[in-house]
């Protein structure tokens, strides 16, 4: 049964207008009403995203440019009946296929798979009785009962409320509990963290107890139009993708001219078509780094290792290199720069400044840090006095199980206990000091909790509550010198300068209170009261947060926070990180949909220049996505948050939380952070930026060699001499002895200066001016050196087969050498330890003892058209090839000086 429009959305209607729309009444659904709903509407569930399979995995490891060039190559092989170069190219692509396949296949399974957030057990109301039923079962009509510490299981009516409170920090980024009234009269038009008689599905109930009715299941709630969103925006393609994909446009493009052009000057010549084809087949061996998707891959998934072993979990192969070319990073507040558990961060007394408290979240470590010109020892008595009425007027549960420190209840009264423990108060001795009589619960109508206890001197209340409301309780302030009369004002002004800091505030008081007779304790006991102190709490960040977010400006990578928290504490929050100077730089979500308004360029103007944002609702996190990706930046955006999910895929690269994130933020992501620290974020930079050096030191040295083998051909065509290599020579030069060096190369540890760099330009092609320079004179060098060897032998009476021997002998030495110089772009290889990069070291010997054994075995040497060499000829060839070794230093030099 579908629900009725109605004139006003349920938040704004009376409870019996939305029970008389549903269809329901005081006594819930009937079982067969029930039953005939969940037929015609279907589960309270939201879709789930099936996994990829081993088949399709392997299949999208062909879907690359690069990929396609390479099958061309090998069926052109195949049409001229060369079994043996397609065999090797084949062989190659299906090792990609297979690396890619495993890491890929591997990492989805180990990153925590998606999980319905409203699977769970509820309490409902059907025909009177009160029923357990799985959640996927509610419709809606249903009345439900919450409690305390439990999910809420779809989009809730409220119909009446008793203390409640909910955590929605997962849905609006409000990182405290908001209090709810089922008969608060509200605007149609209030916003999602404002509706305050509504109870939304994956949200918990902080404290209280309720009875809601359903008005959306699955999809149609506010969760569910999160999920639409999600999995209805097509993702971001990674840098690295969109830089290959160039890269290899480029490639093909340079291939077809090139063959185009030698093959219209084989054709004048008058040489046979098969040898032409069998030229073009060489030639696109030379030119085509066939080893570059092995190696690619070898890369990408090395840095998936780094990455796993500092605490970031890769769920897709390229995004290994995405965060590391991100320019901006958005991320949520709470959770991800904070640690989400309110603590009690400064306490202030009626005659001094506010006195600091260390430590955070629920570890009862900490001191006070007294003002300049502040004595503890005078104070020592007012200190226990507040610690203890914190603790008493409470109704919280802090415990150590297993070596942690745990807390059940409302946030707030965690974070008084704490503060209580941290100066040797704890509620059980307390309360054995001074047993509990009555206890007034808090009410957010009310706006105070206090709680009567036994004591030594009599009946004495403890109270806590909102600063305006205890002073009207108040008579007397605490203070070294006794309990004079109480100052209104200036404790008003004290609570106003805290809170202006972004801090949520409570005042503390106790005071005797005098039962007459059969008298029930009550608001009306509650007069002449001493003040004890004020309270200031916050969520505090988490330690590592700023130095991450400094880490981050100094690799050149802006930063800002998205919240649905109030501005004032945004700005505090934001100012404490270094992103904000005045509280005037917040900027909120009505503000940003006033720009929306004005048209697309008022928003994008009004999003550049921001670094925290306040007030905002999941919709335009995503819309700031988009925004600053038209700007130009490529984007990551971290998060735990449902709110969380349409921004983390619409960014280049996702980043959720994986301790305390929500199963669709984890799913929608491309990488987790394990450890929820905003500080691995940094090491995942380090690590992308690694793995993207890497990728181009491989495709530096597989492009030159390949562009040195074009040079070596077109001046061997240019003179009238034969092919200098054959194909099979081509296919083992790139695959075998260069490829087991290009792999290697891959492992290539950090330089040192990668978070001291910034980003690169996010159109910067792969091919920039540096590896253009450094490509164009390894092919001069190697190519020319090459062909003047081979030229050189045949004109002194060598055979064919024997330059082509020596020539081959001497490229495999060239690329030994390049090996080395393609370490770094800059730094000189004298500097970089032959032992930091074993496998690379270990590699380039067993790449020239490869070759060596080739010469020498029978079978391969037929094969190949290869024979053994002198001690002395091989002495020259290498002589030879250490002159790419001092013009890559020359090149090297004259960089750095530029």
Request: hydrophobic share 50%; charged share 20%; with cysteine.
């Amino acid at each position: 049964m579908a629900r009725a429009r109605s004139p006003a959305p349920p938040h704004a209607m009376r409870p019996a207008e939305v029970m008389a729309m549903l269809g329901t009444s005081e006594h819930g659904l009937t079982r067969d009403d029930a039953r005939n709903r969940l037929q015609t509407l279907g589960r309270n569930a939201l879709p789930q995203v099936e996994p990829t399979g081993l088949g399709a995995t392997f299949i999208a490891q062909f879907r690359n440019p690069l990929v396609y060039v390479l099958l061309a190559a090998a069926l052109v092989s195949l049409l001229i009946r060369e079994w043996t170069s397609s065999g090797f190219i084949f062989a190659a692509l299906l090792l990609n296929a297979g690396i890619g396949t495993y890491q890929e296949y591997s990492a989805e399974h180990a990153a925590e798979a998606l999980r319905d957030l409203v699977v769970l057990r509820s309490h409902v109301i059907r025909a009177g009785d009160v029923l357990d039923i799985d959640a996927r079962e509610l419709v809606p009509g249903d009345l439900v009962l919450l409690e305390s510490g439990s999910k809420v299981p779809a989009d809730l009516r409220l119909l009446d409320t008793l203390n409640l409170t909910v955590d929605e920090s997962i849905l609006t980024g409000e990182s405290l509990p908001v209090a709810k009234d089922a008969h608060a009269q509200l605007s149609p038009d209030s916003p999602l963290a404002e509706r305050r008689t509504m109870a939304f599905a994956g949200t918990l109930i902080a404290s209280g107890r309720s009875r809601g009715i359903v008005i959306g299941t699955g999809l149609d709630t506010q969760l569910g139009l999160i999920a639409e969103t999600v999995f209805g925006t097509p993702p971001t393609r990674p840098p690295l993708l969109e830089r290959m994909d160039r890269f290899t446009r480029f490639i093909g493009l340079a291939v077809a001219a090139i063959a185009i052009g030698l093959a219209g000057f084989e054709i004048a010549r008058g040489t046979p078509p098969a040898e032409i084809f069998l030229f073009a087949v060489a030639l696109a061996v030379s030119a085509i780094p066939e080893g570059l998707p092995v190696a690619l891959t070898v890369a990408l998934a090395i840095g998936m290792g780094r990455m796993a072993r500092r605490n970031v979990i890769v769920r897709r192969l390229v995004a290994v290199e995405s965060l590391g070319s991100c320019t901006f990073i958005i991320s949520d507040k709470t959770g991800t720069l904070t640690v989400n558990q309110l603590t009690a961060r400064h306490v202030q007394l009626a005659d001094q400044p506010p006195w600091a408290v260390t430590g955070e979240g629920l570890v009862p470590d900490g001191t006070l840090l007294p003002p300049a010109g502040a004595d503890l020892p005078p104070r020592q008595r007012i200190f226990e006095r507040l610690c203890r009425a914190a603790a008493l007027a409470n109704e919280a549960v802090l415990s150590r199980q297993d070596g942690h420190w745990r807390g059940e209840g409302d946030p707030v009264d965690l974070a008084l206990l704490v503060l209580a423990h941290k100066f040797g108060t704890t509620r059980p001795d307390a309360l054995a000091a001074a047993p509990q009589i009555a206890i007034l619960p808090y009410e957010s109508e009310a706006r105070f909790a206090a709680s009567l206890h036994q004591t030594a001197e009599g009946s004495w209340a403890m109270v806590k509550g909102a600063v305006e409301t205890l002073l009207e309780m108040c008579a007397r302030a605490a203070t070294p010198d006794g309990e004079p009369p109480l100052q209104k004002a200036q404790i008003l002004a004290q609570a106003q300068s805290l809170a202006a800091e972004g801090y949520r505030v409570l005042a503390i008081a106790d005071g005797p209170v005098r039962l007459a007779g059969e008298s029930v304790f009550s608001r009306e006991h509650l007069s002449g009261l001493c003040h004890l102190g004020l309270v200031a709490m916050a969520d505090p960040l988490r330690p590592e947060a700023r130095g991450a977010i400094d880490q981050c400006h100094r690799a050149g990578i802006e930063v800002a926070m998205v919240t649905g928290d109030h501005p004032a504490t945004a700005f505090a929050i934001g100012h404490e990180l270094g992103l904000a100077q005045e509280a005037r730089e917040v900027v909120t979500g009505p503000e940003l949909a006033e720009s929306a308004n004005r048209g697309q360029h008022a928003f994008d103007e009004r999003v550049r220049n921001a670094r925290v944002f306040a007030r905002t609702e999941p919709q335009q996190k995503l819309e700031i996505v988009l925004a600053l990706q038209r700007a130009g930046h490529f984007v990551a955006v971290t998060g735990d948050g449902v709110n969380d999910a349409p921004a983390l895929r619409a960014a280049q690269v996702g980043v959720a939380m994986g301790r305390g994130g929500t199963d669709v933020a984890r799913e929608t992501a491309d990488l987790v952070i394990t450890d929820d620290n905003f500080a691995s974020i940094v090491s995942g930079i380090e690590e992308g930026r690694v793995a993207y050096a890497n990728v181009r030191k491989v495709i530096f040295l597989l492009i030159s060699t390949g562009a040195a083998e074009i040079v070596l051909f077109a001046l061997s065509l240019a003179v009238g001499l034969p092919l200098p290599l054959t194909a099979v020579q081509l296919l083992w030069l790139n695959l075998v002895t260069n490829g087991i060096q290009d792999v290697a190369l891959a492992f290539e540890p950090a330089e040192g200066h990668e978070l001291r760099q910034r980003p690169r330009p996010p159109r910067e092609p792969i091919f920039n001016r540096l590896m253009i320079e450094r490509v164009l004179l390894s092919a001069a060098v190697i190519g020319g050196s090459a062909f003047a060897t081979y030229q050189w032998m045949l004109t002194h009476g060598y055979g064919l087969a024997q330059a082509r021997n020596a020539t081959l002998l001497l490229m495999v030495l060239f690329e030994n050498v390049q090996a080395l110089n393609s370490r770094s772009e800059t730094l000189s290889v004298f500097r970089l330890a032959p032992w930091r990069n074993k496998l690379l070291l270990f590699g380039t010997l067993l790449a020239q003892l490869i070759h060596i054994g080739a010469m020498h075995t029978p079978g391969v040497q037929q094969l190949l058209a290869v024979q053994p060499v002198s001690l002395a000829g091989w002495t020259l060839l290498l002589a030879l090839a250490l002159l790419i070794l001092i013009a890559s230093e020359l090149h090297k030099m004259y960089w750095r000086r530029a």
